[in-house]
Protein backbone atom coordinates (compact mmCIF):
# COMPACT_ATOMS: atom_id res chain seq x y z
CA UNK A 1 0.00 0.00 0.00
CA UNK A 2 1.03 3.48 -0.83
CA UNK A 3 0.37 6.36 2.03
CA UNK A 4 0.91 9.91 1.96
CA UNK A 5 2.61 11.63 5.14
CA UNK A 6 3.00 15.66 5.60
CA UNK A 7 4.88 16.44 8.19
CA UNK A 8 4.96 20.17 7.36
CA UNK A 9 2.51 22.11 4.68
CA UNK A 10 3.61 25.11 2.45
CA UNK A 11 6.33 25.82 -0.16
CA UNK A 12 8.50 28.46 -1.75
CA UNK A 13 8.26 28.13 -5.50
CA UNK A 14 11.82 27.46 -6.72
CA UNK A 15 11.66 28.16 -10.12
CA UNK A 16 9.51 28.65 -13.58
CA UNK A 17 8.90 24.84 -13.32
CA UNK A 18 6.58 25.63 -10.02
CA UNK A 19 4.77 27.48 -11.79
CA UNK A 20 1.87 25.75 -11.69
CA UNK A 21 2.25 23.26 -8.97
CA UNK A 22 -0.66 21.07 -7.73
CA UNK A 23 -0.53 21.96 -4.11
CA UNK A 24 -0.33 25.84 -4.87
CA UNK A 25 -3.44 25.27 -6.81
CA UNK A 26 -5.23 23.52 -4.22
CA UNK A 27 -4.65 26.06 -1.60
CA UNK A 28 -5.83 28.76 -3.73
CA UNK A 29 -9.26 26.84 -4.11
CA UNK A 30 -9.27 26.48 -0.48
CA UNK A 31 -8.41 30.10 -0.07
CA UNK A 32 -5.31 29.81 1.42
CA UNK A 33 -1.65 30.89 0.77
CA UNK A 34 0.80 27.78 -0.12
CA UNK A 35 3.63 30.36 0.47
CA UNK A 36 2.79 29.85 4.07
CA UNK A 37 4.56 27.26 5.65
CA UNK A 38 3.75 25.68 9.26
CA UNK A 39 4.30 22.07 10.54
CA UNK A 40 1.06 20.00 10.57
CA UNK A 41 -0.40 19.46 13.88
CA UNK A 42 -2.08 16.12 13.76
CA UNK A 43 -0.40 14.65 10.82
CA UNK A 44 3.49 15.50 12.31
CA UNK A 45 3.57 11.99 14.14
CA UNK A 46 1.78 10.07 11.38
CA UNK A 47 4.40 7.49 11.28
CA UNK A 48 4.21 6.43 15.11
CA UNK A 49 0.29 6.51 15.19
CA UNK A 50 -1.17 3.33 16.62
CA UNK A 51 -4.72 2.64 16.61
CA UNK A 52 -7.11 1.52 19.33
CA UNK A 53 -5.87 -2.23 19.30
CA UNK A 54 -1.95 -0.32 19.66
CA UNK A 55 -0.76 -1.31 16.38
CA UNK A 56 0.69 1.23 14.43
CA UNK A 57 -1.61 3.01 11.83
CA UNK A 58 1.07 2.19 9.11
CA UNK A 59 2.06 -1.10 8.68
CA UNK A 60 5.45 -2.95 8.51
CA UNK A 61 6.77 -2.51 4.52
CA UNK A 62 4.44 0.16 3.64
CA UNK A 63 5.27 2.64 0.85
CA UNK A 64 5.29 6.44 2.40
CA UNK A 65 5.34 9.43 -0.10
CA UNK A 66 6.82 12.16 2.28
CA UNK A 67 5.86 16.10 1.58
CA UNK A 68 3.49 15.81 -1.00
CA UNK A 69 2.39 19.47 0.13
CA UNK A 70 6.04 21.16 0.17
CA UNK A 71 9.81 20.12 -0.12
CA UNK A 72 11.57 17.83 2.47
CA UNK A 73 14.80 20.01 2.20
CA UNK A 74 12.89 23.28 2.47
CA UNK A 75 14.99 25.69 4.02
CA UNK A 76 12.02 27.07 6.15
CA UNK A 77 11.77 23.06 7.78
CA UNK A 78 14.99 22.82 8.63
CA UNK A 79 14.15 23.02 12.72
CA UNK A 80 11.34 20.32 12.55
CA UNK A 81 13.97 18.17 9.90
CA UNK A 82 15.67 16.28 12.47
CA UNK A 83 12.71 15.32 14.17
CA UNK A 84 11.23 14.08 11.40
CA UNK A 85 13.99 11.80 11.25
CA UNK A 86 13.56 10.29 14.45
CA UNK A 87 10.65 9.01 12.82
CA UNK A 88 11.55 7.49 10.30
CA UNK A 89 14.49 6.27 12.47
CA UNK A 90 12.27 4.81 14.62
CA UNK A 91 10.17 2.95 11.48
CA UNK A 92 12.95 1.47 10.19
CA UNK A 93 10.16 -0.95 8.66
CA UNK A 94 8.79 1.56 6.52
CA UNK A 95 10.03 2.54 3.19
CA UNK A 96 9.81 6.36 3.02
CA UNK A 97 10.09 8.04 -0.37
CA UNK A 98 11.69 11.86 0.40
CA UNK A 99 10.44 14.62 -2.33
CA UNK A 100 12.18 17.26 -3.29
CA UNK A 101 13.17 20.19 -5.59
CA UNK A 102 16.24 21.05 -3.30
CA UNK A 103 18.90 18.13 -4.03
CA UNK A 104 21.98 20.77 -3.35
CA UNK A 105 20.63 20.95 0.42
CA UNK A 106 20.32 17.31 0.93
CA UNK A 107 23.97 16.01 1.87
CA UNK A 108 24.31 19.35 4.57
CA UNK A 109 21.12 17.92 5.93
CA UNK A 110 21.24 14.27 6.19
CA UNK A 111 21.24 12.81 10.18
CA UNK A 112 24.47 12.28 11.85
CA UNK A 113 24.02 8.21 11.57
CA UNK A 114 23.53 8.39 7.97
CA UNK A 115 26.52 6.56 7.20
CA UNK A 116 25.73 4.75 3.24
CA UNK A 117 22.19 5.93 3.88
CA UNK A 118 19.68 4.09 5.12
CA UNK A 119 17.84 1.03 3.95
CA UNK A 120 14.49 2.58 4.30
CA UNK A 121 15.03 5.72 2.84
CA UNK A 122 14.71 7.17 -1.11
CA UNK A 123 15.33 10.40 -2.40
CA UNK A 124 12.74 11.49 -5.32
CA UNK A 125 13.88 14.82 -6.97
CA UNK A 126 11.99 16.74 -9.27
CA UNK A 127 13.91 17.85 -12.43
CA UNK A 128 13.03 20.12 -14.72
Not at 59 to 66: A, N
Not at 72 to 93: G, T
Not at 94 to 113: G, N, S, Y
Amino acid sequence: MHDIWNPWHGCIKKSEGCDHCYMYFLDKMRDQDGSHIYRTKAGFNYPIQKDRKGNYKIKSGEQIRVCMTSDFFLAEADEWREEAWELMRIRSDVIFFLLTKRPERVAEHLPKDWGDGWDNIFFNVTAE
